[in-house]
């Protein structure tokens, strides 16, 4: 299974916040940790249950994280880099595999559209309970703006190569130092 990166993983910790006890999001779900709605075993977070640790959070975090990632490889029939990838993770973790399944944006990115065109269906995605909410606009401009970053590979050719090593300069050292000797 495809992992999301790093950048993926800290926009959805970023946007939904720790909360180690219950608490209604904005549409009045019982959520807890990082924007968890149930458990590993389906059952639903209450208000009623008790407070979570840190480690726990992420725990939960990386088991919706999986199943979110497992859906979103059986959704995607283009190739996508690390970024998208996380993007629609992201996404997918806030509204759900089943809403991004019948996403124009997943129709437009299936049939090889252009990735700023793409992109541009994030921002269509801003409201909840039929609300426009400005976090959810801060979100997928977040959403868009990691699913428009290039990968940045390394190219070996481009590094500077390795300095002498310690054994060189030890001997550089000693032939200087003898050559100091003899005068």
Same mark, same amino acid.
């Given at each position: 299974?495809r992992k999301v990166n790093?950048a993926?993983?800290d926009l959805? /910790?970023?946007?939904?916040?720790?909360?180690l /006890?219950?608490?209604l999001?904005p549409i009045?779900?019982?959520?807890i940790?990082?924007g968890?709605?149930?458990y590993?075993d389906?059952?639903?977070?209450?208000m009623q249950d008790?407070a979570?640790?840190?480690?726990?959070?992420?725990?939960?975090l990386?088991?919706?994280?999986?199943? /979110?990632?497992?859906?979103i490889e059986? #959704?995607?029939?283009?190739?996508?880099n690390?970024?998208e990838f996380?993007?629609?993770a992201?996404?997918s973790?806030n509204v759900?595999?089943g809403?991004?399944?019948?996403?124009? #944006?997943?129709k437009?990115?299936n049939?090889?559209t252009d990735?700023t065109a793409v992109a541009? =269906?994030? #921002?269509r995605?801003?409201k909840?309970g039929g =609300?426009?909410?400005p976090g959810?606009?801060?979100?997928?401009?977040a959403?868009?703006?990691?699913?428009? =970053?290039?990968?940045?590979?390394s190219?070996t050719?481009?590094?500077?190569?390795?300095?002498p090593?310690?054994d060189?300069?030890n001997n /550089?050292?000693?032939? #200087?130092?003898d050559e100091?000797?003899?005068?």
């Amino acid at each position: 299974m495809r992992k999301v990166n790093k950048a993926g993983i800290d926009l959805v /910790k970023g946007f939904e916040g720790l909360f180690l /006890k219950p608490y209604l999001d904005p549409i009045k779900i019982p959520t807890i940790g990082y924007g968890t709605i149930q458990y590993e075993d389906g059952t639903k977070v209450s208000m009623q249950d008790p407070a979570i640790s840190e480690e726990r959070a992420v725990e939960l975090l990386q088991f919706e994280i999986n199943k /979110k990632s497992s859906a979103i490889e059986s #959704l995607i029939k283009v190739p996508i880099n690390d970024n998208e990838f996380a993007a629609l993770a992201s996404f997918s973790y806030n509204v759900g595999s089943g809403a991004l399944g019948g996403s124009t #944006l997943l129709k437009l990115l299936n049939a090889g559209t252009d990735r700023t065109a793409v992109a541009d =269906q994030f #921002l269509r995605w801003d409201k909840a309970g039929g =609300q426009q909410l400005p976090g959810l606009t801060r979100r997928r401009q977040a959403e868009r703006s990691l699913f428009l =970053q290039p990968m940045v590979e390394s190219n070996t050719d481009t590094l500077l190569p390795d300095g002498p090593s310690e054994d060189d300069i030890n001997n /550089k050292l000693k032939d #200087l130092e003898d050559e100091i000797m003899k005068k």
